[in-house]
């Protein structure tokens, strides 16, 4: 997996996402269906049963099925078999039909041939009896013998009629509980009247037993289990073609995604090979019309590029720079070698040589120095040692200690006890370098005005001359490296260096620079740290 391309990778973690979540929701739907199908098959089962209880009475002695009792009916095969688990009637295929283990009210699984069956047995007890007397001569008309649910068994208060010439409701019910061979202590009587619908006058009495009269009945219905789970197998094995063909599309569907989210990418990785490969920095990644997350990646490549031209510049400029700088002193020194040690000089212009070799030296000692100081600090090689030190007695010491020429005065105004975690020697570099330049750049006998201050968390350092001042065009630029204005480049002493390494010790300080000039009248260098 590591080594593959992100298109391959891609899709083939979005198939498989794909493929899981398909397979993972197929199943699940399968399963939930299933249950349900499960269960609905076993009410089906329940209520053909139940609903054909009623079906299946005595009449006059003889059992009837009524003509409404469903054989069969939705998958649900009913059968009705006698006490004695005999079968009786029904329409259940022979091979289904089953003699053993009855149990009412209780649904379970039974297998046969191999196949599932849920089975359920609803046993009918004929506790309910009806018998139609003639008033007058006492024979029993009609009589019939339900299966009754405990709700309809309600015994009721009756009131006892006479018939002249015939009977009376007590010797009705004594006829009828006769002949089904019940005993009164065991019965409750439920209705004894002469119901007004009848065109024969009748005694209608109808009674509960607890005693079995006639003789239970069972009622068996028998579904396959797979009745319901046979349109969800159907299903699942439709799934099982279905889902190859969803892999193979979302397959192909993640690779042209995958492919198109990459291919702006692909761009600027070749944009950017192209920079690094060939000599011109100043090519530029193309830029989308769209602002998303592939634009700010090509915005911050362009701005990295950016930055490494300008720094790739200014390094080429620095290196030419110094190059130039020492260029100048070796090429007089060659000169004065060359001419010291040619014929034509005396002894004296061979002192006068060397006096200029030793000049020509120091000013490059001078620069090899400054250069070596802003490289350091720059690149961080050298090693400060930051304390927490007295700024306010260092200020003042450099600038009673230091000393100046045309006749210049430093005046210092300097707040005390102000103290600041600083590498000591690198803040007075950075103080030296200020008032060596405003002593250049200086007028004769004019002053130099030294202050330091704390307002609030700000430490300010202030050097301010009344010298040549610096242009306004000047002001930004006299920070670079090599950088002298035109009115001090007449003065061969500075290099061009100073200031730089003044604002690289600021912003070790964390510290602010900042000028203010007026051309020809001074200017005020200000550190804030
Ligand atoms: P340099 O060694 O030439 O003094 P710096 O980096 O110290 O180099 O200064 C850069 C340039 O800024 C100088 O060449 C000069 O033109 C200008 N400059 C610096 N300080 C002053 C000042 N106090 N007054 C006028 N010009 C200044």
């Known amino acids: 997996m590591k080594h593959l391309s992100f298109k391959l990778k891609t899709t083939i973690l979005i198939t498989a996402l794909i493929t899981a979540v398909c397979a993972v929701s197929i199943a699940a739907l399968t399963a939930a269906g299933l249950s349900v199908a499960d269960s609905e098959t076993q009410q089906t089962l329940i209520k053909t049963v139940e609903r054909n209880v009623d079906e299946i009475e005595y009449k006059n002695g003889i059992l009837e099925v009524e003509s409404d009792f469903s054989f069969y009916t939705n998958g649900v095969y009913c059968d009705v078999y006698n006490e004695n688990f005999e079968y009786i009637d ?28 849920y089975i359920y047995d609803s046993k009918l007890e004929f506790l309910k009896h009806e018998y139609e007397i003639d008033v007058f001569s006492g024979q029993i008309i009609s009589y019939e013998s339900d299966s009754a649910a405990a709700q309809e068994i309600k015994s009721a208060e009756y009131s006892v009629i006479s018939f002249a010439g015939g009977i009376n409701t007590e010797q009705a019910i004594e006829i009828a509980l006769e002949h089904a061979g019940a005993s009164r202590e065991n019965v409750e009587i439920l209705t004894a009247e002469i119901p007004s619908y009848s065109d024969r006058q009748v005694f209608k009495i109808e009674f509960s037993s607890s005693e079995q009269l006639a003789e239970s009945v069972w009622i068996r219905g028998i579904v396959p289990v797979s009745a319901a789970s046979g349109a969800y197998s159907t299903l699942t094995k439709a799934a099982l073609y279905v889902i190859p063909a969803f892999i193979i599309i979302s397959a192909i569907g993640a690779y042209v995604i995958s492919k198109r989210t990459i291919r702006p990418i692909e761009k600027i990785t070749k944009s950017a090979q192209e920079i690094s490969s060939g000599s011109d920095l100043t090519k530029r990644i193309e830029l989308s019309t769209g602002k998303d997350e592939i634009y700010t990646l090509a915005e911050t490549f362009n701005e990295m590029f950016e930055r490494l031209q300008t720094s790739f510049e200014s390094e080429k400029q620095f290196t030419s720079d110094a190059s130039h700088e ?38 490059m000692t001078r620069l090899v120095n400054a250069l070596l100081s802003l490289t350091r600090t720059e690149q961080g090689t050298q090693r400060f040692n930051f304390e927490d030190a007295d700024l306010s007695t260092l200020v003042e010491e450099i600038c009673s200690d230091y000393k100046t020429d045309k006749g210049i005065k430093i005046n210092a105004d300097i707040q005390s006890g102000i103290s600041m975690n600083m590498d000591v020697s690198l803040i007075s570099r950075l103080l030296e370098n200020l008032l060596s330049n405003a002593v250049r750049y200086g007028r004769e006998n004019g002053y130099i005005n030294v202050s330091l201050s704390k307002k609030e968390n700000n430490i300010i350092l202030s050097v301010k001359d009344n010298g040549i001042g610096i242009k306004e065009e000047d002001l930004q630029k006299i920070w670079g ?25 600021a912003a070790l300080h964390a510290g602010k620079c900042g000028v203010k000039s007026v051309y020809g009248e001074g200017s005020e260098f200000e550190i804030v740290f």
Do not use: W
Request: charge should be negative; aromatic fraction near 6%; charged fraction near 30%.
């Open 481 to 505: 490296r090599f950088y002298r204005t035109d009115s001090s480049r007449s003065n061969s002493e500075g290099f061009g260096l100073g200031l730089a390494l003044v604002e690289r010790i």
């Open 326 to 363: 020492l260029r100048t002193p070796l090429a007089v020194i060659k000169a004065e070698c060359d001419f010291a040690l040619s014929d034509m000089a005396n002894a004296e212009d061979k002192e006068e040589a060397l006096v200029s070799v030793s000049e020509q030296t120091e000013k």
């Open 90 to 117: 029904g329409e259940t295929p022979h091979t289904l039909i089953q003699t053993s283990d009855f149990e009412n009210g209780n649904i379970r699984k039974h297998t046969i041939d191999g196949k599932e069956y």
